[in-house]
Structures are given as C-alpha cells and as structure tokens.
C-alpha cells in the first residue's frame, strides 16, 4: 500500500473550492433582491388578472 503524503494529496486534487464570506453575503443579498422584485412586479400582476379572470367568468355563469 502506497503512502500518501498530504502535499501530494492535495496536488492530486487541485480543483477545489474555498468558502469565502463574500460569496455567501452577496448570494444572498441577491437572493433578497430577487424576492423582493418578484412581491414588487409578479405578485401584484397575478393579483390583477386573477381578479379579471373571476369577473369574467362570472360573466358567462
């Protein structure tokens, strides 16, 4: 069985990732923005022609 040193273990793998706290900061900071978009312009929309789409259906009933 072959030693493996730890130099040369991570030689063997030199793609991986580090944390860094600026990723997690800014991920979700525009996780939030991403939220409070959808609440400011798709919610309000959905809100609209859902109404219309009662009303009209009531028209037909």
């Avoid at 130099?7 to 979700?28: G, H, Q, V, W």
């Avoid at 996780?31 to 022609?49: A, N, R, T």
């Amino acid at each position: 069985m072959r030693k493996i040193r730890l130099s040369s273990f991570y030689n063997e793998f030199p793609y991986r990732k580090a944390f860094d706290i600026d990723d997690l900061l800014l991920n979700t900071l525009g996780g939030l923005i991403g939220v409070g978009l959808y609440k400011f312009f798709v919610s309000p929309l959905y809100s609209i022609v859902n109404t219309k789409f009662k009303a009209f259906h009531k028209s037909l009933t």
